[in-house]
């Protein structure tokens, strides 16, 4: 996020057969969600315990065009409610109290369910998003900030740090973009994946956990995650320029696999090397998550120009539900600019 080139669309994408794909099946177009302004990086939420789904992402505040967090909610009989401002840095709000960690932006959800106690008081939602160092340099250094909630619309920031800070001050991008689900150990447990580009440019991914979805530790307990077998434009790597993914675990065929969604296409200079197009990969199990190699199983849906910033449609847990369909959201756009991006849904079966 907010060096506008990093912002993430988490992305996760559904399964495929087990055995080995001679090649890979392709995304196909959906409708086109088109709202104002810049629209993208969206957390979508299948929510089996109301039948609602829930999408939270990064939008364009109309006011001060700071990026904030909206949300909207579509019920079983396909009626949506009003998109809404749900949360934006307590800089920007009159009255809030100052968070010393917490810049003028906030962006990249990922909303999970669980049960969590802060402040005397337990909660059933989680959300993970990226936010700026409060600085009015053009060093970015993202953090990872948390708050809870019982509705997915009012929101209680835990206020003490950011949970994910990996320290190191950069005019790249630093820390954040997460992805997280939840694991079944206990009812707090998340698990999470996030982007890190560091002081030299080096683009990277690492899982961390955490029992009680706050205390993920410093940079030692973080492993990083593998991008062997990933390509863009038929190049071994990841795209520099974006490297936001998607990423979620799925059962199929009573195998054990982690999905990801990335860019695997972009155009050249003339366009700042903008996102052309997003992959879906998978790995088996945890060894894959950390080792590769990741097979590709879907292709680019081309919905629009430019595809970025994907984010997958998940149960409320965080978890592939549909295999072996897979639906995913992105950013879409016919300008690269972000301000004129929407969200496009596409889906596809392997």
């Known amino acids: ?32 969600i088109d709202l104002p302004g810049g629209e993208y990086s969206p957390s979508v939420m299948h929510d089996a315990l109301d039948n609602k789904t829930r999408i939270w992402w990064c939008a364009e505040n109309p006011v001060g065009l700071n990026e904030v967090i909206s949300y909207q909610e579509i019920g079983a009989n396909g009626s949506r409610t009003a998109p809404q401002i749900v949360l934006k840095a307590n800089s920007t709000i009159s009255g809030a109290p100052a968070l010393a960690w917490e810049g003028n932006r906030v962006c990249d959800p990922t909303v999970v369910r669980g049960s ?37 619309i009012n929101w209680t920031k835990y206020a003490a740090a950011a949970v994910v800070d990996d320290g190191v001050s950069t005019p790249f991008y630093g820390t954040g973009a997460a992805v997280a689900w939840r694991a079944g150990s206990t009812a707090g447990h998340v698990r999470m994946v996030y982007l890190d580009v560091d002081i030299n440019g080096n683009t990277r991914h690492w899982y961390r956990e955490a029992l009680d979805g ?137």
């Open 116 to 152: 969590w106690v802060y402040g005397g008081t337990t909660y059933t939602f989680a959300m993970y998003y990226t936010t700026e160092k409060p600085s009015l340099t053009l060093v970015d250094s993202n953090r990872i900030g948390l708050a809870f909630s019982n509705d997915g």
């Open 214 to 350: 706050i205390n993920f530790g410093g940079p030692t307990a973080r492993t990083q995650v593998s991008h062997n077998g990933l390509s863009v434009n038929g190049v071994a790597g990841i795209s520099p320029w974006h490297p936001a993914i998607g990423i979620a675990p799925g059962i199929y065929q009573n195998g054990y696999y982690y999905y990801m969604a990335a860019v695997c296409e972009t155009y050249g200079a003339e366009y700042g090397y903008a996102a052309k197009g997003v992959c879906v990969y998978r790995t088996a199990g945890d060894y894959g998550l950390f080792n590769g190699p990741w097979e590709k199983v879907l292709d680019p849906a081309h919905s629009r120009p430019f595809e970025n910033q994907p984010g997958i449609h998940t149960d409320q847990w965080g978890a592939i539900a549909t295999l072996p369909r897979i639906s995913v959201s992105t950013g879409c756009s016919d300008d690269p600019y972000p301000g004129f991006w929407g969200m496009c849904v596409t889906d596809g079966t392997q």
């Open 1 to 32: 996020m907010l060096s506008r080139s990093f912002a993430t669309f988490v992305v996760f994408a559904l399964a495929a057969a087990t055995a080995p794909h001679a090649s890979a099946g392709k995304l196909h177009n959906s409708p086109i």
